[in-house]
């Protein structure tokens, strides 16, 4: 595994449109990913995670991704008196029993102290603090190349996967914060024979492995395309179920997860047979606070769903539930704030018939069903759960519940573009309206349901009260083709 940064950056460039990255004059080419041109020192990612307070003081921490062998960078700072220095990273490890399959980068990080105005290593600027003032969020989920059994994404060309078209419009309108509820990483098994001409060069998994990610995987799907969001404003990052420690987990917890100690929760574990991975496992629920104006907070509580069924309730839901208890914790309601959840796998969705077996008159098309159970009952704070994992623009309203709103579309393949409708009964119910398991209640139907099948990103700006938003949907050329209005617990979507 072991490349230099000109090999392992040059083969990449075949596989990946690297948009212009923010300060240079030209798009990153063939030559500068070779080392020849304009990527700075050899650092091939930087950006602003948003954290939990006991991750750092501002809120922020800092990352960067070199070649193996090359230095972590010193970040530098100048505070708001003007005084600049210089903050030492430290080095973030993959796993032990992983460590193999992210040997060509080293991972950077530092918590970022408070009162900074300006930060920079090598020439990439990071935000340095946390915005003042949030006049809007863009919202973009579910960006990476699909390479899996027959369905193969044609990697190689940027309108079949927009991911980093879409990335380069979001650093255009310039948000204040960029939120992503999962699934990064879609390169799971290698290019096949015969269709080099779509993903040929895709990194494949590393032999021997319990899992499909690698350091050359998340370069080609996540960290190169999407250089330009990652640079513009502070990211959240959440877990996807596309980052279960099976598929992408151990990078996601190098790379974007932003808290100390989480590298590891994914490390394959020795067996008779080989390396395994670990029991599923949640990570820990938090939460953070987006400064909207002097009088007014939006609270972001952030539940790891990764794991769990869309079609059935199953015991998974038990061990999830505790998740959703520590959000309602988190979100506890206050004066002149608000609150959305942020969740993987949507608690309400509503998936396309054309996925309904033929032979089964139990289908429902309500999905992540385990979720749906383990959140019940502990919706009240939220004025809206944010969540994609479909691959659709979607916005649902449950009566008395908060509006769901999926955005699925971030570049990964889309689903079916019919197919969307409100059944005749609610989510946890069977299509006859009984229980769909003993002792748990049925929500009654959907009494909105708004579905846009198209690839995109989302751009959230607070309206003049408390709960009030409006949120664009925008194409990965930029055009406006849907408007949603949020206004308390109540969300209504049209497309244009």
Request: aromatic content about 6%; overall charge negative.
């Amino acid at each position: 595994m072991m490349r230099t940064t000109a090999t392992l950056l040059a083969s990449l460039a075949v596989i990946v449109a690297v948009p212009a990255a923010p300060g240079y004059a030209e798009p990153l080419g063939a030559g500068a990913l070779a080392g020849q041109g304009q990527l700075p020192s050899g650092v091939i990612a930087a950006y602003s995670l948003i954290a939990p307070r006991s991750a750092a003081d501002s809120r922020l921490v800092a990352r960067a991704v070199v070649a193996r062998g090359d230095s972590c960078p010193k970040v530098n700072v100048t505070d708001t008196r003007g005084r600049k220095s210089r903050l030492k990273m430290d080095v973030r490890r993959p796993p032990g029993t992983a460590a193999s399959a992210f040997a060509s980068v080293t991972v950077c990080s530092k918590g970022l102290p408070m009162g900074l105005v300006s930060a920079q290593m090598r020439g990439h600027q990071i935000p340095a603090a946390m915005p003042m003032q949030v006049d809007s969020i863009a919202i973009v989920s579910d960006t990476g190349c699909r390479i899996k059994g027959s369905t193969i994404q044609d990697c190689a060309d940027p309108n079949a996967w927009p991911a980093a078209k879409i990335s380069r419009r979001i650093a255009q309108q310039h948000p204040d914060v960029v939120l992503n509820v999962g699934d990064y990483f879609y390169r799971e098994e290698a290019c096949p024979a015969d269709k080099q001409e779509l993903c040929g060069g895709s990194p494949p998994p590393v032999t021997g492995m319990p899992f499909t990610d690698s350091d050359y995987g998340w370069l080609a799907d996540v960290l190169l395309p999407m250089n330009p969001v990652l640079s513009v404003a502070p990211v959240v990052m959440l877990r996807g179920n596309h980052e279960t420690c099976d598929r992408g987990g151990n990078g996601f917890l190098l790379f974007l997860d932003p808290r100390p100690g989480t590298a590891g929760l994914c490390a394959p574990v020795p067996t008779a047979a080989g390396l395994a991975a670990p029991q599923p496992a949640t990570t820990a629920t938090w939460a953070t606070t987006l400064k909207i104006d002097d009088d007014r907070r939006l609270r972001l509580a952030l539940v790891d769903s990764a794991y769990g069924s869309d079609t059935g309730v199953t015991d998974w839901a038990t061990t999830q539930r505790p998740t959703y208890v520590n959000a309602e914790a988190l979100t506890e309601p206050r004066d002149s704030q608000e609150s959305w959840l942020m969740t993987h796998r949507p608690i309400f969705s509503i998936v396309t018939t054309r996925f309904a077996p033929a032979d089964n008159t139990l289908w429902t098309p309500w999905s992540s069903l385990d979720q749906t159970a383990a959140a019940q009952g502990l919706l009240d704070n939220y004025g809206m759960i944010l969540s994609s994992h479909n691959h659709v623009a979607q916005s649902v309203q449950i009566p008395e519940q908060p509006p769901s709103l999926i955005l699925g579309n971030g570049g990964t393949l889309l689903d079916p573009t019919t197919g969307y409708a409100i059944p005749p009964f609610g989510p946890l119910a069977n299509p006859d309206g009984t229980p769909i398991q003993p002792g748990i209640t049925p929500y009654p139907t959907a009494t909105k349901l708004w579905t846009d099948v198209r690839f995109g990103f989302a751009i959230a700006t607070p309206g003049t009260k408390v709960g009030r938003w409006t949120i664009e949907h925008l194409d990965p050329a930029g055009e406006q083709f849907a408007e949603c209005t949020l206004k308390g617990r109540a969300m209504d979507c049209e497309s244009d």
